[in-house]
């Protein structure tokens, strides 16, 4: 059992937890996964890790309420335990100096970027972040990205902060400006990591994804996490979960998590009659 010590309400959906962990911040490094299992009967859920304390052994993930798993761990508290959780998982993002680095997040994409953007900027990077939102309420890790970014861009999709349109609206500005980026890194839904590895391809600008695929073991064994990267199966757990943007299969990517989504509803149906889960 694993105690959540610290929880912050983000947005309505986007939640914060501290979760007392030792095992895992002992082997953490940016761009690695948890996998936590709400309780005895709970599905794994796949959740990145947004950072970490090894002295005190406590690790934290920001997370979006969308379906049972997610809105039960959503409803725990300060003092509540956890069934389990395990990791790190995944491969761990390639640090190096590249140069000039974009990072791009969308929603809680945003909190997947962070350690690797303060990784990127401690190896002598220069660092550009360009956060993502539906509207002013919705954004989050604002004065967090400040921190590890020589620059940071927020764009709203309703104008009502930062710049109105989409991330790769401001990205296109920053591609005009002819100053050169040696990398980009997009995290956040899909068909914006697909939009900005269309875009960067045009300019042959390296550009690195982090698949969100549909996972349960985490270890390469069910075979779940499956995409398709440069015509080549691959698995998010164990391969990933950073690919070459420019050689994923995006749309048979969006095809798979979409998938069980009437399930999805029913599920969430049937645990509100029930009263498995709060309604909000």
Known sequence: ???IIEKKELTKDIKFIAVKAPHIVYNARAGNFVVIIVDEKGERIPLTIY???KEKGIVYIVFMEVGVSTKKLGQLNEGDFLYAIAGPFGNAFHIQNYGNVVMIGGGVGTPAIFPIARELKNAGNKVTSIIGYRSKELVILENEMKSVSDEVFIATNDGSYGEKGLVTDILQKLI???????????????VMM?????LTKKYNIKTIVSLNAMMVDATGMCGVCRVTVGGQTKFSCVDGPDF???LVDFNELMVRLSAYKD???ESLHYCRL???IKEV
């Open 1 to 3: 059992m694993y105690e």
């Open 51 to 53: 950072d970490w304390e």
């Open 176 to 190: 005009d400006k002819k100053e050169k980026i040696d990398l980009v890194v997009a995290i956040g839904p899909v």
């Open 194 to 198: 697909k939009a900005v590895s269309e």
């Open 244 to 246: 070459d943007g420019h």
């Open 263 to 265: 399930k999805e509803e």
């Open 274 to 276: 029930n009263k498995k």
